[in-house]
């Protein structure tokens, strides 16, 4: 259990810091979601099932879920600008 | 400067401690808002970590009574418990409003950059 | 009866004199100044634009974060110095932990009388199996009633920020996003139809098992709510809207909101002033028992899903 114990929080750390260092949005936020499902591992690792439960319902679905919609909105008004102007459609957002 | 002598046994800590330097490292040094937003919700995360480290005794199973066995030789402490759960839901309440913010910001400034933002701001002498 | 003096009257009085010395119009060297009262100075349109023209000129050289030397140089030192502190309050912080008792020791300073007592008295006091629930609801309810306010507020300050209004929504139907992905996906719509009423089944069972299993109010209530995000967006809000607009919004969640207030309420009065609370405590291990843990529950959780579905609904399309 304690060699489980120690690869999750290493997994922890390699996916914070990946999370900084990748340049596409998409990818740092499914890269955050991996993160809250380990956090929610690690809680029952710890005896504490209520809040496995919470972390992954909340964590991994209702925050990542807000994110990806930020992001529909953020593009899809650089989109409409773009199609009125004539332009080409979809460049991704830095 | 000398260091104590749990720093291998408390290794779990330890990483909730370098969680949140990266979180905070994150919170300061990026430029994209969304990325700063990501680093505040890991430096949570390493906060409850902690606090449930604290509440963990080896041997013991999770707080919920078995057999009538009411003695608290049983079961982990279940302070810390509670006090994350009620730091889950707030943190999920306070990325949504910041979440909010950044997206009127968006659509004032059509820019995620928060300098660009600051320096338009200055020049508007808001 | 006072009469006013006409002005060459006046001028041959102590009082004018006298106040035209302290006006300042006698001058010790030259002798008697003249004074007389200015022209109004209007200033000209040229002059104004020009000093506006300056003053934005100024500006934009200050805050050029290209050429101007000093702003560049604040940019670097603060990138330095939060390096800086970043790594000197981890370094700080590690010592610090190096120094604390073992993870998984019995004998910490944290296992103290507190949570003995919590333990050990809990299932006789609130009627819960599981501690921890019992514990958040009746021993520490004023952090649950802090949370309970924390979403509440939330809710209320991203409808200040998001919503608009039913109209503008209506009349905004081509630039809403839902254009750009297909209308009735069929795997979409197929899985959310074995999936949901799953979801919906298990998270009223995680809440009503609240005080005998892992769960509670929040776990179920964020389940439901995610169960409702999983349908709206596979079926379209005009499906949602027939059993979950504003109207059934509002009342669900000043209900619970006032229920949860009423019974903590009573608990509080009857349990301070050392009178018996009539709600009954059960045998521990039914559904109905726990005393006031299964009815908070309940409310709890329905506030919970209506806040979690609340944000999605307000983010998508700016309204219930």
């Given at each position: 259990?304690t060699?489980f114990?120690?690869i999750?929080l290493a997994?922890l750390v390699?996916?914070?810091?990946?999370?900084?260092f990748?340049?596409?949005?998409?990818n740092s936020i499914?890269?955050?979601?991996s993160?809250s499902?380990?956090?929610s591992?690690?809680?029952?690792?710890?005896e504490?099932?209520?809040?496995?439960i919470?972390?992954?319902?909340?964590g991994?679905g209702?925050t990542?879920?807000?994110f990806?919609?930020?992001?529909k909105k953020?593009?899809a008004i650089?989109?409409?600008?773009?199609?009125?102007d004539?332009h080409?459609p979809?460049q991704?957002?830095? | 400067?000398?260091i104590?002598?749990?720093?291998?046994?408390?290794?779990a800590?330890v990483v909730?401690?370098a969680?949140?330097?990266i979180g905070?490292?994150?919170l300061?040094?990026?430029k994209?808002?969304?990325k700063k937003?990501?680093g505040?919700n890991i430096?949570?995360?390493?906060?409850?970590?902690?606090l449930?480290?604290?509440g963990?005794i080896?041997g013991h199973i999770?707080p919920i009574?078995v057999n009538?066995?009411?003695?608290?030789?049983?079961?982990?402490n279940?302070?810390?418990s509670g006090l994350?759960?009620?730091?889950?839901?707030v943190?999920?309440?306070?990325t949504?409003?910041?979440?909010?913010?950044?997206i009127r910001?968006?659509?004032r400034?059509?820019?995620l950059?928060?300098d660009?933002?600051t320096m338009r701001?200055?020049?508007?002498?808001l | 009866m006072?009469r006013?003096?006409?002005q060459?009257?006046?001028?041959k009085?102590f009082?004018?004199?006298f106040?035209r010395?302290?006006g300042?119009?006698?001058d010790?060297?030259v002798g008697n100044?003249e004074m007389?009262p200015q022209?109004?100075?209007v200033?000209?349109?040229?002059?104004?634009?020009e000093r506006?023209?300056?003053?934005?000129q100024?500006l934009?050289e200050?805050?050029?974060?290209v050429?101007n030397?000093e702003?560049?140089?604040?940019?670097?030192l603060?990138?330095?110095?939060?390096?800086v502190?970043?790594?000197?309050?981890?370094?700080?912080?590690?010592?610090t932990?190096?120094?604390?008792?073992?993870?998984g020791?019995?004998d910490?300073p944290t296992n103290?009388?507190v949570s003995?007592t919590?333990?050990s008295d809990g299932?006789?006091?609130?009627g819960?199996v599981?501690i921890?629930?019992g514990?958040?609801?009746?021993?520490?309810a004023?952090?649950?009633?802090?949370?309970?306010?924390v979403?509440?507020?939330?809710t209320c300050?991203?409808?200040?920020?998001?919503m608009?209004?039913?109209?503008?929504?209506r009349?905004?139907?081509e630039?809403?996003?839902?254009?750009?992905?297909?209308?009735?996906?069929?795997?979409?719509?197929v899985?959310?139809g074995l999936l949901?009423?799953?979801?919906?089944?298990f998270?009223i069972?995680i809440?009503?098992?609240?005080?005998l299993?892992?769960?509670?109010g929040?776990?179920g209530?964020?389940m439901?709510?995610?169960g409702?995000i999983l349908?709206?967006?596979?079926?379209?809000?005009?499906r949602?809207?027939?059993?979950f607009?504003?109207?059934?919004?509002k009342c669900?969640?000043?209900?619970?909101?006032?229920?949860y207030?009423?019974?903590v309420?009573?608990?509080f009065l009857?349990g301070?002033?050392?009178?018996?609370?009539?709600?009954?405590?059960?045998?521990p291990?039914?559904?109905l028992s726990g005393?006031i843990?299964l009815?908070?529950?309940?409310?709890?959780?329905?506030?919970?899903a209506?806040?979690m579905?609340?944000?999605?609904a307000l983010?998508r399309r700016?309204g219930l």
């Amino acid at each position: 259990m304690t060699v489980f114990n120690i690869i999750l929080l290493a997994f922890l750390v390699v996916c914070a810091v990946s999370v900084s260092f990748s340049k596409n949005l998409l990818n740092s936020i499914l890269i955050f979601m991996s993160y809250s499902l380990i956090m929610s591992i690690i809680w029952i690792l710890l005896e504490s099932p209520d809040l496995a439960i919470t972390e992954a319902a909340v964590g991994a679905g209702v925050t990542s879920i807000l994110f990806f919609v930020t992001l529909k909105k953020i593009h899809a008004i650089s989109q409409e600008q773009e199609e009125e102007d004539g332009h080409e459609p979809y460049q991704k957002s830095k | 400067m000398e260091i104590g002598t749990h720093l291998l046994a408390n290794y779990a800590e330890v990483v909730a401690v370098a969680l949140f330097g990266i979180g905070f490292t994150n919170l300061l040094l990026q430029k994209n808002m969304i990325k700063k937003i990501i680093g505040l919700n890991i430096m949570d995360t390493a906060v409850y970590l902690f606090l449930a480290e604290k509440g963990y005794i080896e041997g013991h199973i999770a707080p919920i009574v078995v057999n009538g066995n009411v003695s608290p030789d049983t079961y982990i402490n279940p302070v810390p418990s509670g006090l994350v759960l009620t730091g889950i839901v707030v943190s999920v309440s306070v990325t949504a409003l910041m979440l909010s913010l950044t997206i009127r910001l968006y659509r004032r400034y059509h820019t995620l950059d928060l300098d660009e933002i600051t320096m338009r701001l200055k020049k508007e002498g808001l | 009866m006072s009469r006013i003096r006409n002005q060459s009257e006046y001028e041959k009085t102590f009082a004018y004199r006298f106040f035209r010395w302290m006006g300042g119009e006698k001058d010790a060297f030259v002798g008697n100044m003249e004074m007389r009262p200015q022209k109004e100075y209007v200033e000209e349109e040229a002059t104004i634009e020009e000093r506006m023209r300056d003053r934005q000129q100024a500006l934009e050289e200050v805050y050029d974060s290209v050429h101007n030397k000093e702003l560049r140089f604040f940019n670097a030192l603060y990138k330095c110095f939060s390096i800086v502190f970043c790594i000197a309050i981890v370094a700080l912080l590690i010592i610090t932990v190096s120094y604390l008792p073992s993870v998984g020791r019995e004998d910490k300073p944290t296992n103290n009388v507190v949570s003995d007592t919590y333990i050990s008295d809990g299932l006789k006091d609130t009627g819960a199996v599981n501690i921890v629930t019992g514990m958040i609801l009746s021993y520490r309810a004023f952090d649950t009633f802090g949370e309970t306010n924390v979403l509440f507020i939330a809710t209320c300050c991203v409808m200040i920020m998001l919503m608009v209004d039913e109209d503008k929504i209506r009349e905004n139907e081509e630039s809403n996003d839902r254009i750009f992905e297909p209308k009735n996906d069929v795997i979409l719509k197929v899985v959310a139809g074995l999936l949901v009423p799953i979801v919906f089944l298990f998270g009223i069972y995680i809440i009503l098992n609240g005080h005998l299993s892992p769960g509670g109010g929040f776990s179920g209530g964020a389940m439901i709510g995610a169960g409702m995000i999983l349908y709206v967006a596979a079926f379209g809000f005009d499906r949602m809207g027939k059993f979950f607009n504003e109207k059934v919004y509002k009342c669900v969640k000043v209900t619970a909101l006032i229920c949860y207030g009423c019974i903590v309420t009573y608990y509080f009065l009857t349990g301070a002033n050392g009178l018996p609370c009539l709600i009954p405590l059960g045998r521990p291990g039914a559904i109905l028992s726990g005393g006031i843990t299964l009815p908070i529950n309940i409310f709890v959780g329905s506030e919970v899903a209506c806040t979690m579905y609340a944000f999605y609904a307000l983010f998508r399309r700016g309204g219930l």
